[in-house]
């Protein structure tokens, strides 16, 4: 990772540390009021691609009633570089699980999975039309890990391998 002044102005806006941590405290959020457990390390990889690609993230709010595995069935070009934007994002990913760490948002549980520390983000869903279509679908996603429940059917349908 280049040093923060360092990054160009789009980069710093779009992969701010602040907000993909939001994105996937929303998403361990939502997966925590389904599962217990916390949701797996593995996963929170796939929380900002699939969130701030904004192809995949409409065609995901479209479908937000379906299942995440029948939206992705009936709409497969959501896959298409799918495994390089996921490749690409994992700096981003783990320089926003650090902040989140850092800043006691987010916890380990002893099994190694993450869990969200309660209030320390606002509940409510706030900004600009595409910031707060970006957390919404950071929820769903969190909800439909936790149902699926399963990191092999969720990798393997979204041709990823960990």
């Not at 779009?14 to 925590?32: D, E, K, T, V």
């Not at 957390?135 to 059917?153: H, L, M, P, W, Y």
Request: glycine share 6%.
């Amino acid at each position: 990772m280049k040093a923060w002044n360092h990054r160009p102005v789009e980069i710093r806006n779009l992969f701010n540390p602040a907000f993909c941590g939001l994105l996937l405290h929303r998403a361990i959020s939502s997966h925590g009021d389904l599962s217990h457990d916390g949701m797996p390390f593995s996963l929170t990889f796939l929380v900002l691609p699939l969130c701030l690609h904004k192809e995949t993230r409409e065609t995901l709010a479209a479908g937000n009633r379906s299942q995440l595995l029948r939206v992705i069935e009936m709409n497969q070009e959501v896959l298409v570089n799918f495994p390089k934007r996921a490749s690409d994002l994992v700096p981003y990913t783990l320089e926003a699980l650090g902040m989140l760490l850092e800043r006691q948002c987010i916890e380990i549980t002893d099994a190694g999975s993450l869990r969200a520390v309660p209030n320390t983000v606002r509940k409510s869903v706030t900004g600009t039309t595409e910031s707060v279509s970006c957390q919404k679908v950071s929820r769903f996603i969190g909800k439909e890990f936790a149902r699926i429940d399963d990191r092999v059917t969720v990798y393997t349908t979204l041709g990823v391998r960990p």
